[in-house]
């Protein structure tokens, strides 16, 4: 299908951008990779009179390390991600999601702040930034605000990104010695959203697990960190005994909708079978196995 009629802007800075949201309010949609937004507006299931293309602001790409932070500007692309040393040596759940996001093409234009801004739970990268306790720079008419991952995500295509906002920077603490992570992602074909997958970061003090958070993509209104799994296996020797009992707890706080991928059974199923794989892979990593 043809998108509806929309007035094309081309935004210079992100005090140009803010500007532009403000003047135009919601009848406007920020364009960045426009993987996400465009079969929308094909499908008219958007229709934004105004889409303020953000390609032009260098300043919101790029990777960065600072204050114990990767930080890592909205606009950077997935491939930039995978092609990043600094997160491979410092924080490499993101790149490691990052080369199971979609295909090539697609990973050459879509952009880490726009998978997250969109709020849909089946995107890659909000289970990772809820496993990894990141948080969102979010700069709008009244100046800068920072959120926690946590709060951000409320309900499909639903976050705290308010009227006139917009994402500039992900703020990601970097993971403390000891610590190892996974991503566990089922679909059923290349450049398919998760049918169910599970993020995981850990720490281990020896062999004991002293932290942990599991994540989950596409079998709830939006993804969530599973509290009850992750509190299960926090301060315990981790075996595969325990990993099946998360699992369990796992699979209990899921809520996937039935479509195409799979009935409500199966998602949770597989949920379960995700997170088993991705603590399993967490584990290896924190051994240096």
Sequence with gaps: MIPSAFEYHAATSVADAVSMLGQYGEEAKILAGGHSLLPMMKLRFAEPAHLIDINGIEELRGVREEGGNICI??????NQLIASQLLWDKCPLIPQ???????PQVRNRGTIGGDIAHGDPGNDHPAIMLALGASFVLVGPNGERKV???????????TLLEEG??????????????????????????GDYATAAAAVQLQLSGDVCS???ISLTNVAPCSFIA??????LTGKIIDESLIS???EKVMAACDPAEDLRGDIEYKTSMAGEMARRAIRQALTNAKGE
Excluded: H, W
């Design 245 to 247: 009992e998360a699992a």
């Design 97 to 103: 999601a990052a080369k199971l996001v979609a295909d």
């Design 73 to 78: 500007g909205a606009m950077t692309t997935e």
């Design 211 to 213: 932290n942990i958070t």
């Design 227 to 232: 509290t009850d799994a992750s509190e299960y």
């Design 165 to 190: 906002e917009m994402m500039t920077e992900i703020q990601v603490p970097i993971p403390a010695a000891g610590s190892g992570c996974g991503y566990s992602k089922l679909k059923r074909k290349t």
């Design 148 to 158: 926690p991952a946590g709060d951000f995500f409320l309900g499909t295509y639903f």
